[in-house]
């Protein structure tokens, strides 16, 4: 029997509340108890100890938007990589996106992802799978089959379903095998050859224009679908304000709907991309400082239910490049903590506020039992000192690509130990 004490820690259990100092005990990988005075008594016999030195001791990460390069890119990002990545930045369990080259469309390929995973990543990799065949919008794939292969979810990406036929028969399969659907709302017509929000920002410098309208049209029509289908539904990267007014509605109303946001769109805005820098284009663009205003309020009153670092590696060629031709996407598996943490020291959004986005909401969404510190949770944690300064570097972080739309920002907040499953992965 392996035993862990974790002492002399500060704690935070966004499923409690729990916002105090205290101690953990982990035993053969799971959280075997955890509260202020756990260690009143005395030390068990034999446990190695980990004395925190009053830094925040939270679940580890669930970062619920990541690509990897793996089959087809591992120029881009190698599971190995990856891995590193998250480790460094508190991220513990990745779900990741299944735009890879070939898709994961069939559970051959799934279940390769898996094995490649499971040598290569000190993290957990839990895979997501095609809604339709090569993410093209047009045939579904076999929902079962994945599911049994491993999927935790279905969704092509970045690539929006544009027939309405097709997306309700997906869903309506989808809902049959309590399948959980992930979904970009992003007008695919309106949005195919814009790189930028439209607006007076984006015309004076001669952008290519995306209508801000054109996610929440999509939003509206999805969730009307997922209505007729009672599919378990999530609305992955909302950016507007009048996206907020449509996922609002629809909680009232009793829909089964979920929303996750990416960090760029509550910590960055059009403004940023002055100079046309390519790391800071994104999917969807950066929006007006208005949406980004509403998206930290809706992220403090609960509406938004999860944080994600919607990690898209791109390598040099891909950026070096005229705005409108430069890929979309940014790395951000080793800034996700640190530029969130900004909520906390500007805006004071609790620490298990932001955690319950960061760790627990999203575990659930997959069937998880991590995000917490109950008993018998996956002893998935992380240490961290969340007033340590530093200034975000591209060429510093692990990750292969360095394409980081927070490359020179200051931030604060440093992870000092990673554990998953009770095994030290960083630190």
Not at 203 to 226: C, F, H, Q, V, Y
Request: proline residues 6%; contains cysteine; glycine residues 8%.
């Amino acid at each position: 029997m392996t035993r862990l004490a974790l002492t002399n820690a500060h704690l935070i259990d966004p499923a409690t509340g729990l916002d105090s100092p205290g101690g953990v005990l982990v035993q053969n990988g799971m959280i075997a108890d955890a509260g202020e005075r756990l260690f009143n008594d005395g030390l068990p016999e034999g446990a190695e100890v980990v004395d925190c030195q009053g830094k925040i001791l939270a679940p580890g990460i669930v970062d619920f938007n990541v690509s990897i390069g793996e089959p087809g890119a591992r120029h881009k990002e190698s599971f190995r990589s990856g891995g590193e990545a998250a480790a460094k930045g508190g991220v513990t369990t990745i779900i990741t996106q299944p735009n890879t080259d070939p898709p994961l469309d069939e559970p051959a390929i799934l279940e390769f992802v898996l094995r490649r995973a499971q040598a290569a990543s000190v993290v957990r990799v839990m895979p997501t799978a095609t809604l339709t065949k090569a993410a093209k919008g047009k045939e579904m794939t076999e929902y079962r089959f994945l599911l049994d292969a491993g999927a935790v979810a279905l969704t092509d990406g970045e690539n929006a379903i544009a027939d309405p036929v097709v997306f309700r028969r997906c869903l309506e399969y989808a809902a049959s095998v309590d399948a959980l659907v992930c979904h970009h709302p992003q007008e695919p017509h309106f949005s195919a050859l814009g790189c930028a929000t439209e607006g007076l920002f984006a015309s004076l410098r001669g952008l290519p224009e995306i209508p801000a309208e054109a996610e929440a049209i999509m939003l509206t029509r999805d969730i009307r679908i997922a209505a007729l289908s009672g599919v378990r539904y999530h609305a992955a990267q909302v950016s507007t304000a009048e996206s907020l007014s449509v996922i609002r509605r629809a909680k009232e109303a009793g829909a089964n709907v979920t929303c996750s946001i990416a960090v760029p769109h509550f910590s960055l805005n059009e403004f940023d991309i002055a100079d046309f820098r390519t790391f800071l284009k994104v999917c969807p663009p950066l929006r007006s400082e208005d949406d980004r205003a509403a998206m930290e309020e809706a992220l403090a009153d609960g509406l938004i239910d999860v944080i994600t670092s919607a990690h898209r590696p791109q390598d040099e060629e891909s950026k070096r490049l005229p705005f409108a031709q430069a890929a979309a996407g940014g790395v951000g598996l080793e800034t996700l903590l640190p530029v969130t943490l900004d909520l906390h020291h500007r805006a004071g959004i609790k620490l298990t506020t932001l955690f319950e986005r960061l760790s627990l909401t999203p575990a659930r969404l997959v069937g998880l039992n991590a995000g917490h510190l109950g008993k018998g949770a996956l002893a998935d944690l992380i240490l961290f000192d969340p007033h340590a300064p530093w200034i975000v570097d591209r060429k510093d972080l692990i990750s292969k690509s360095k394409n980081s739309p927070f490359h020179e920002r200051r931030v604060q907040g440093k992870v000092l130990g990673t554990w998953v499953e009770g095994k030290r992965v960083w630190g």
